[in-house]
């Protein structure tokens, strides 16, 4: 390469040097700000226990016709979140039917259901209060088939399935918020059927040495979900009071959040 072809190279990267520090292709000044966000869930959290020293849950054996067997359970929301219904099912599994010739639905409709009480009286006991039933002759059967209509109160059920948690109901007003409690009282009775067949023996001789797992299911909704608007405040959202849907009780939210004091840093 001559001698004038280096110079002149020279001198066109030099001034190609000088052209990018004084067209300010590259800024020296420049300012940086962070928008510090934060979301949290709560917990939506079913609690069932039975009084002080009783157990909650029907657990006998060597029954006859005519026995009867009374249980409160209370349900608690110890959730941060209201719960909007408890739904319960029954399922029926196991069933020995001891070599007489008995079926699972004949078994389970020899059970029925004298009292089925909700209530927020939290000891269960003020035996006044009307029962959720409609029908007198509800049995075990007609909660583990979930055929209810006709023989529960309609503002108790949702489906087929029994409502243990309702709203406005005539002793459940508050509905099942966080930290409150509904008490459950069923008491089931063994029928006590004095029909003989031709050959004198009682109808329910068949039922003899017969027994049954069921389970009561509990399932706990929550409610459903609220729109935060542009001008409500941050902080922990009053989901755990909510009564109604697409409301929630006083503002929005608690107005204090995890960046409250600084939303925007440097």
């Known amino acids: 390469m001559s001698v004038k072809k280096k110079l002149g190279l020279g001198v066109a990267t030099a001034a190609l040097g000088l052209s990018l520090i004084g067209g300010g292709t590259f800024a020296a000044f420049n300012d940086v700000k962070t928008v510090n966000n934060h979301f949290a869930s709560g917990t939506l959290e079913l609690d069932v226990k039975g009084g002080k020293n009783k157990p909650v849950n029907f657990d006998l054996a060597n029954m006859k016709p005519g026995d009867s067997v009374e249980r409160v359970f209370k349900l608690r929301n110890v959730g941060s979140l209201a719960i909007k219904e408890v739904l319960m099912n029954v399922r029926a599994e196991e069933f020995i039917n001891g070599g007489n010739g008995s079926t699972l639905e004949e078994y389970l409709k020899q059970f029925e259901i004298q009292v089925f009480k909700v209530d927020q009286d939290h000891e269960g006991y003020n035996y006044g209060r009307d029962s959720i039933l409609k029908s007198k002759n509800v049995t075990l059967y007609d909660l583990y088939t979930g055929d209810l209509k ?18 406005g109901s005539k002793h459940t007003n508050q509905g099942l918020i966080s930290e409150s409690k509904n008490s459950v009282k069923i008491d089931i009775s063994f029928k006590n059927d004095k029909s003989k067949n031709e050959a004198g023996e009682y109808d329910q001789n068949q039922f003899m040495n ?15 979900g609220i729109k935060i608007k542009k001008d409500d405040a941050n902080g922990e959202i009053n989901n755990g009071k909510q009564v109604q849907e697409n409301r929630l009780p006083r503002d929005n939210t608690s107005g204090s959040g995890e960046f409250n004091d600084n939303p925007v840093t440097d």
């Open 150 to 167: 006709g023989k529960v109160k309609k503002e108790y059920l949702v489906g087929n399935r029994i409502n243990l948690a309702p709203i």
């Open 210 to 224: 017969n027994s049954i797992n069921f389970f009561f299911d509990l399932e706990a909704t929550q409610w459903d």
